[in-house]
């Protein structure tokens, strides 16, 4: 999902109301970044509170090129690496993740083996279908026990784009949060959804409601999801002892665009890309009673911070045998504190450039290649900058591409 994609960040259809109104009641980070371009690295990096060059989940075999885990990968999350939910059972607590893990397909990578009590979903995105003896369709798992395939067992229709995923794992969070609260246990739930994902899709109630077509009717039903659980929430009468935080793993695809890829708002380019519609992300905390209605934070934030931040939730100080490079958010959340730190984006192996307050330095600009750009693949569709979206990778080390965000948010007017 895409900063863009948020009514409150400005998204002219106004589609969000449930996360519109999450900001309203909670404090909407404006400037809150994945760890990573690309989803495998992220989810690594906020589980971890690391670095992808750090936790395992980078290139080395060829110059700033993204790492994911694909099927045929057989690496996966290194057992050196404490993971949070690892960390929370130290603390009383029963984690489930529902939805997408995306950091190893092997049993040694498996959630229940990191810290995680449950597990509803896949090990990977909804690709598919595939013939089933080359290529098999994707495993879903309930736990250790694997019930099904996309597209077999768990439907999706690509001309239509039905699929009744997102339903399904709405109703696995809502029952794990009455499970927990029926048993007086704190939690941690870890909710993935992947609905907004080429191919993007919807449960039938919400397709054709949208006005941005088939990728908003997906970012509708996800916003009702969320309304949904913290209504829930509510209900149960546990929202003020609940932290909830909403954000995404990369900016939207715009490979997919314009049919199935969502909004970066003013950013440059989109996922794949250290460009700010690669890396920023919409962010929203909500916990009532505890932070301040309607607050916007200028904080600069990252998905590793979530893993600091949780820890000092829970009265855990973070692993000191390794460098973590998320901080804990809290005085910021809770207090309105600036706290002064970098942002880097990172590429594959490459720091391709830094953030210090409104400053951006690009070391390194690269979309992606001549090869795959003549082949129709294309990160930035509609935003040739001259000089900085370039299909061969420029280094600027010696005199670096230098950005204010505040005055040039789209990365068009080096300094």
């Not at 949070?84 to 029963?94: Q, R, S, T, W």
């Not at 899709?201 to 969320?226: C, N, P």
């Not at 950013?267 to 909500?286: D, H, N, S, V």
């Not at 958010?329 to 590429?347: E, S, W």
Request: with cysteine; glycine share 10%.
């Amino acid at each position: 999902m895409g900063w863009g994609d948020l009514g409150v960040l400005g998204e002219p259809s106004k589609e969000t109301p449930n996360l519109d109104q999450m900001a309203a009641e909670g404090m909407l980070l404006l400037d809150f970044y994945a760890a990573s371009p690309l989803c495998s690295p992220s989810r690594a990096a906020l589980l971890t509170g690391r670095l992808p060059v750090r936790n395992g989940f980078y290139t080395t075999n060829a110059h700033a090129r993204n790492a994911y885990t694909p099927q045929d990968i057989v690496g996966g999350i290194p057992d050196s690496e404490l993971l949070l939910p690892e960390l929370l059972k130290k603390a009383g607590y029963i984690n489930k993740i529902v939805g997408k893990w995306h950091l190893g397909h092997r049993p040694q990578f498996h959630p229940l083996k990191h810290g995680f009590d449950e597990w509803f979903g896949s090990p990977n995105c909804h690709f598919g279908p595939y013939d089933n003896r080359a290529i098999p369709n994707i495993p879903v798992y309930r736990d250790w026990e694997m019930v099904g395939r996309y597209y077999e067992d768990f439907k999706i229709d690509l001309k239509t784009g039905e699929a009744n995923l997102t339903q399904i794992y709405l109703q696995e969070a809502l029952d794990f949060i009455s499970r927990q609260q029926a048993s007086q246990k704190p939690f941690f739930l870890y909710w993935a959804i992947d609905g907004t994902h080429a191919p993007v899709y919807a449960s039938k109630h919400f397709l054709g409601t949208s006005q941005r077509g088939l990728y908003g009717d997906a970012v509708r039903e996800i916003d009702d999801s969320v309304g949904k659980i913290l209504k829930h929430l509510q209900q149960l009468g546990i929202s003020e002892n609940t932290f909830v935080f909403f954000t995404s793993d990369n900016g939207a695809a715009l490979i997919s665009a314009p049919k199935q890829g969502g909004s970066n708002g003013r950013f440059l380019c989109g996922k794949q890309t250290t460009f700010e519609g690669g890396m920023r992300e919409p962010a929203i905390a909500w916990w009532p009673g505890h932070i301040p209605a309607g607050g916007v934070s200028r904080q600069l934030g990252s998905v590793m911070d979530l893993f600091t931040t949780s820890l000092s939730l829970v009265g855990l100080q973070p692993p000191s045998d390794r460098q973590i490079d998320g901080i804990d958010l809290l005085p910021a959340i809770l207090q309105g504190q600036l706290i002064d730190r970098p942002i880097f984006y990172y590429r594959g192996n490459e720091m391709m450039a830094v953030r210090v307050g409104l400053y951006k330095a690009h070391y390194w600009t690269w979309s992606n290649s001549w090869e795959e750009y003549s082949k129709g693949v294309d990160f930035c569709p509609g935003q040739n900058v001259s000089g900085v979206t370039t299909h061969t990778q420029e280094e600027h080390t010696t005199l670096p591409l230098l950005f204010h965000l505040g005055r040039d948010p789209g990365e068009k007017y080096p300094l």
